[in-house]
């Protein structure tokens, strides 16, 4: 993500399934305050203890129905979280709405988001909680146009070994897809 875009140490950051923090913590130390969402209270509670006295807040709240004031952040950042939503253009409409729009010369703020391209279902174990098996670029990056996001640009992040839960060594490539609002 920091290869995508530039972070101001100003910037107000929403970490969009948030977990227990990898990404919300490691983008802090460049931006003045990142505000993590999550569906897992457990997992929010192991955030909260280890951002203790750190500008960082917690919400416990699906993706799908953000419940944060509108136009109040400068950058959404997610990672490996998206195929775990049921509704993937409500999650986005509301990243959308969550960040500043354009104004002037100025642009609106930046979605940055990583997850898998599609796959055979193989990735996790359990499918329990998955809702996609990783995603199209081209189907993403068109609902991301109609969610009000301009100029979605994907990157392949990382290429991915790894066994599947059929047993069969299958490279598992993550995107990273940056969006300006």
């Given at each position: 993500?920091?290869?995508?875009?530039?972070?101001?140490?100003?910037?107000?950051?929403?970490?969009?399934g948030?977990?227990?923090?990898?990404?919300?913590?490691?983008?802090?130390?460049?931006?003045?305050?990142?505000?993590?969402?999550?569906?897992?209270?457990?997992?929010?509670?192991?955030?909260?203890?280890?951002?203790?006295?750190?500008?960082l807040?917690?919400?416990?709240?699906?993706?799908?129905?953000?419940?944060?004031?509108?136009?109040?952040?400068d950058?959404?950042?997610?990672?490996?979280?998206?195929?775990?939503?049921?509704?993937?253009?409500?999650?986005?409409?509301?990243?959308?709405?969550?960040?500043?729009?354009?104004?002037?010369?100025?642009?609106?703020?930046h979605?940055?988001?990583?997850?898998?391209?599609?796959?055979?279902?193989?990735?996790?174990?359990?499918?329990?909680?998955v809702?996609?098996?990783?995603?199209?670029?081209?189907?993403?990056?068109?609902?991301?146009?109609?969610?009000?996001?301009?100029?979605?640009?994907?990157?392949?992040?990382?290429?991915?070994?790894?066994?599947?839960?059929?047993?069969?060594?299958?490279?598992?490539?993550?995107?990273?897809?940056?969006?300006?609002?």
């Amino acid at each position: 993500m920091s290869a995508q875009v530039a972070w101001d140490p100003a910037w107000r950051v929403l970490d969009a399934g948030a977990g227990t923090g990898l990404l919300g913590l490691a983008v802090l130390p460049h931006v003045a305050r990142v505000t993590a969402v999550d569906t897992s209270a457990a997992m929010l509670e192991v955030l909260a203890a280890k951002a203790a006295g750190l500008s960082l807040e917690t919400h416990l709240c699906p993706l799908e129905a953000l419940d944060l004031p509108a136009a109040s952040f400068d950058a959404v950042v997610s990672s490996m979280a998206l195929h775990h939503v049921a509704d993937v253009p409500a999650a986005l409409a509301g990243f959308a709405r969550a960040l500043r729009p354009a104004v002037g010369p100025r642009p609106g703020g930046h979605l940055l988001l990583a997850d898998l391209d599609s796959e055979p279902g193989t990735f996790h174990s359990d499918n329990t909680g998955v809702h996609h098996l990783g995603f199209d670029r081209d189907a993403l990056g068109a609902l991301l146009v109609e969610a009000g996001f301009c100029a979605p640009t994907f990157v392949t992040a990382l290429d991915n070994p790894k066994v599947g839960a059929d047993g069969v060594l299958r490279n598992y490539p993550v995107f990273c897809v940056h969006a300006l609002r």
